[in-house]
């Protein structure tokens, strides 16, 4: 039944859903429904994430870092340019694996959140 919940987020790839399912393996069916919603909510989508890093090339770069968390990288993008272009090219290539190292994170404070309102 979830699964489908999980296909249905968008730009989802087959490594993240596969993560999801071993990480929200022993959840019941309430526990799954909350963490969906605080997963949903928190969760960025990987073509989110490329359309922020074209953005770099306009002169804005380093969004998607500020994006994903990234506070002191993205301060660092901004005051080089993308490091003169290269960090920003790299990070345009590597946006999906990007997105998927902060959705990680995002999958362990919702399961943390769920855990917790459980007492």
């Known amino acids: ?26 959840l019941n069916e309430q526990q799954l429904r909350t963490f969906l919603m605080i997963y949903s909510s928190k969760r960025k989508n990987p073509s ?12 804005f770069a380093g969004i998607h870092r ?3 968390g990234q506070i002191g990288m993205g301060i660092l993008y901004f005051l080089t340019g993308g490091l003169c272009m290269i960090g920003t090219i790299v990070d345009l290539i590597n946006h999906k694996q990007l997105a998927f190292e902060y959705n990680q994170k995002m999958v362990f404070e919702s399961m943390q959140m769920v855990k917790m309102s459980n007492f």
């Open 66 to 68: 500020f994006v994903i």
């Open 48 to 59: 989110d994430i490329l359309l922020l890093c074209l953005i770099g090339f306009l002169g």
């Open 1 to 26: 039944m979830f699964d489908q919940n999980f296909m249905s987020l968008p730009g989802i790839s087959p490594e993240e859903y596969s993560y999801l399912q071993s990480a929200t393996q022993g």
